[in-house]
C-alpha cells in the first residue's frame, strides 16, 4: 500500500499499517469462531459471508482534508476510524443484533462507538449497524489497542448499499433528483422485504417437532383421501366401461357359440 506522494512518513505509516492488518486477523478470526460454533450449537449459520479491507491512503489522505487536518499518523490514528474495516453480511435483521452483541461480550474487545442505521436510517435511505471498537494487537515489546470498523447488514441491505456506493462516485455525491428519489424508495423496498422474510423465518421456527409431525400427518390424511378419490373414480370408469362393452360381449359369445355348433363343437 503505497503513501501519497508527498507523505514522509513512510516507515511510520508501514508501523501503523502492521497494527492495523493484524487486528484485522485477529478480528475475522473471532467472527469465524463465533460462527462456528453458533453453527454446531443451533444447526444454523447467521453470518452468510465475511469482507475486510484496508483504507487505500488516498482515501485517508482525503478524508482528513475534508475534515481540516494535517496527514499525519497521529492524525491518522486518532481522527480515521475505518483504516481497518470489515463488513459482515447476515440473512436477517435478528442476527445483525445477535452478532453484534456476540462481539461486544469478548473480554478483550471494547466497543468504542455504536450507529445504528437500521433503528435510525440516513436520509438517502442507507441501512446498516456500525461498531467502532479497538482490539489489543500484542508486538515483541508492547501491546498496542487498534480501531477497527465493523459494518454488520443484511444481504438485501449490502445489495442497496453497493447501488449507491456506485451512484455516489458516478455523479460525484450530486446525483440527479429523480435517481435520489427512486433510490430512496428502494430503501423502502428493502426495508419491507427484510422484514417481511425476518417473519417468514420465524414462523418457520415456530413449528415444533410435534407441530411439524401434525402437519406431516395432515398432509399423508389428504395424501390418502386423493389416492382413495381417485381410485374410486377408476373403478367407477371401469364399471361404466365395462357395462358399455356388456351387450357386445354378448353378442360376440352369441356369434362364437354359433360357429362352434357349426363346425360340431358344443363346448
Not at 442507507?126 to 508486538?139: A, G, K, R
Not at 441491505?157 to 449507491?164: G, V
Not at 357395462?243 to 357359440?257: I, R, S
Request: charged letters at 30%; aromatic letters at 10%; a negative charge.
Amino acid at each position: 500500500m503505497d503513501l501519497p506522494m508527498f507523505y514522509d512518513e513512510a516507515e511510520e505509516w508501514s508501523n501503523a499499517l502492521l497494527l492495523y492488518d493484524a487486528a484485522l486477523k485477529q478480528v475475522n478470526t473471532k467472527l469465524e469462531i463465533l460462527n462456528n460454533e453458533f453453527k454446531l450449537a443451533n444447526q444454523y449459520n447467521p453470518i452468510e459471508h465475511i469482507k475486510s479491507r484496508l483504507k487505500t491512503p488516498q482515501s485517508i489522505a482525503k478524508k482528513l482534508r475534508h475534515n481540516g487536518r494535517e496527514l499525519t499518523v497521529d492524525n491518522i490514528i486518532k481522527y480515521v476510524n475505518d483504516v481497518a474495516g470489515i463488513r459482515i453480511i447476515c440473512s436477517f435483521t435478528s442476527d445483525i443484533y445477535r452478532i453484534a452483541d456476540l462481539i461486544s461480550k469478548q473480554s478483550d474487545i471494547k466497543v468504542l462507538k455504536v450507529k445504528d442505521y437500521i433503528m435510525c436510517p440516513k436520509s438517502n435511505g442507507y441501512t446498516s449497524y456500525h461498531m467502532i471498537i479497538s482490539i489489543p494487537v500484542f508486538l515483541t515489546d508492547r501491546t498496542v489497542d487498534t480501531k477497527v470498523e465493523i459494518q454488520i447488514r443484511t444481504i438485501a441491505m449490502d445489495f442497496w448499499a453497493s447501488l449507491e456506493h456506485k451512484i455516489y462516485y458516478k455523479f460525484e455525491g450530486n446525483a440527479p433528483e429523480h435517481i435520489r428519489k427512486e433510490l430512496k424508495e428502494c430503501s423502502e423496498i428493502v426495508a419491507y422485504l427484510d422484514q417481511k422474510m425476518l417473519s417468514l423465518n420465524e414462523e418457520i421456527k415456530s413449528f415444533s417437532q410435534d407441530r411439524i409431525g401434525s402437519y406431516e400427518q395432515e398432509l399423508i390424511t389428504t395424501y390418502k383421501d386423493v389416492v382413495a378419490e381417485s381410485f374410486g373414480k377408476i373403478i367407477e370408469d371401469e364399471q361404466e366401461q365395462a357395462q358399455d362393452k356388456a351387450p357386445e360381449q354378448e353378442e360376440k359369445t352369441g356369434k362364437d357359440k354359433k360357429k362352434r355348433i357349426l363346425f360340431g363343437f358344443l363346448n
